[in-house]
């Protein structure tokens, strides 16, 4: 049977029309999808005793197929940090070479851009909180007066995690949801897990990166950015260009082992830490399979840390946005989600 899915959906965000004129520049958030299937398959087997093991989930959901870029937190920063009530901007992201992003002006009416050859590459320097704030805003539209507090996570007021609210179409997956999209086999409900997200058992081997960051593999074979083997831009081990690092995982997922390691949102409850997997351009081995689980605190902030986001397969209806956008004068914000038969 032929499903429809949601394949991409591009958010306009940033429009400035130029005072006297008809000129409008936009960029777009863009996020490609894929559906993660196979729904009551059972969790991987690896771990004995008390230790628990994850993977299973009930139902079909969908999954950034890569990770969020600093393109895309640029345009999230470009929509609503002209003040940055939230520390979603973190000096890291310009002033380390591996962080990705800009922030120029004053407050109230502060500006980002994407440091030269980062937009593709994954952000860093995130933490839970900037990751749940990016749920609530494209779950509230993602224009400039959607409300970063509220949708999928409530946060006004909270220094502790809560829990996903019910109904949220954009959200910090699981740690099962994420477990599952990276190394189970698919095609059926019982088909097991793979150690690395590059459907192998093998480690993959470490790519290395040409003067511009992009990934030496492409996006086939058993290779992963991990090991410091992506030198570049002066440094031991970066990150790079998403999709350019091995072979994406069973459901057409790319970098979940390495790059930037991943958040979850470990079973879903509230609290004080979060979990992340997956390794990222500088862990081991053993650190990028899916043997390693880890948490951090809420506020951590590093170069080996970022995120994607999951959605339910029942997407939101344009229309709910079209309606909220239609008003709008200048007639730049805009939105289109493109199906795609899979
Ligand atoms: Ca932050
Ligand atoms: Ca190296
Ligand atoms: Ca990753």
């Keep these: 049977m032929l499903v429809a899915r949601l394949s991409r959906v591009v958010f306009a965000v940033g429009v400035a029309a130029l005072l006297g004129s008809l000129a409008i520049s936009a960029h777009a958030v863009t996020i490609d999808w894929v559906t993660?299937?196979?729904?009551?398959?059972?969790?991987?087997?690896?771990?004995?005793?008390t230790t628990p093991n994850y993977g299973a989930v009930a139902t079909a959901f969908q999954i950034m197929k890569y990770e969020f870029t600093n393109q895309q937190y640029t345009d999230?920063?470009?929509?609503?940090?002209?003040?940055?009530?939230?520390?979603?901007?973190?000096?890291?992201?310009?002033?380390?070479?591996?962080?990705?992003?800009?922030?120029?002006?004053?407050?109230?009416?502060y500006t980002y851009a994407v440091r030269t050859n980062m937009g593709d590459k994954p952000v860093n320097y995130v933490s839970w909180f900037d990751a749940a704030r990016v749920s609530n805003w494209l779950m509230n539209g993602a224009t400039g007066t959607s409300?970063?507090?509220?949708?999928?996570?409530?946060?006004?007021?909270?220094s502790t995690a809560p829990a996903v609210n019910s109904g949220?179409?954009?959200?910090?997956?699981?740690?099962?949801q994420w477990y599952k999209a990276a190394y189970y086999m698919g095609s059926g409900t019982n088909a097991g897990?793979?150690?690395?997200?590059?459907?192998?058992?093998?480690?993959p081997t470490a790519v290395t990166a040409g003067s511009t960051g992009i990934g030496s593999s492409g996006?086939?074979?058993?290779?992963?950015?991990?090991?410091?083997?992506a030198d570049w831009n002066g440094q031991d081990g970066n990150v790079t260009t998403v999709g350019t690092n091995g072979k994406a995982s069973a459901y057409g997922a790319f970098d979940m082992t390495g790059n930037v390691g991943e958040m979850n949102d470990l079973a879903g409850a509230a609290g004080s830490r979060r979990g992340f997997r997956g390794g990222h351009w500088g862990t081991n081995a053993f650190d990028s399979?899916?043997?390693?689980?880890d948490t951090i605190g809420l506020s951590t902030h590093?170069?080996?840390?970022?995120?994607?986001?999951?959605?339910?397969?029942?997407?939101?209806?344009?229309?709910?946005?079209?309606?909220?956008l239609a008003g709008l004068a200048y007639g730049g914000y805009s939105m289109f989600r493109r199906r795609k038969r899979a």
Excluded: H
């Design 168 to 176: 949220a179409t954009f959200y910090v997956p699981t740690e099962d």
């Design 302 to 324: 590093t170069s080996g840390l970022g995120f994607r986001l999951a959605a339910p397969v029942a997407v939101p209806e344009p229309s709910t946005y079209a309606m909220a």
């Design 193 to 203: 897990y793979w150690t690395y997200a590059t459907q192998s058992d093998s480690a």
């Design 219 to 229: 996006s086939t074979g058993n290779f992963a950015n991990y090991n410091r083997g």
């Design 76 to 109: 999230f920063l470009n929509s609503v940090a002209a003040t940055d009530t939230y520390s979603l901007y973190n000096a890291s992201m310009g002033s380390e070479a591996r962080g990705g992003i800009t922030q120029s002006g004053a407050s109230g009416s």
């Design 147 to 158: 409300s970063t507090e509220t949708g999928a996570y409530t946060l006004s007021g909270t």
């Design 289 to 293: 399979s899916s043997s390693k689980n």
């Design 36 to 49: 993660v299937g196979d729904p009551g398959n059972p969790n991987d087997t690896i771990n004995t005793g």
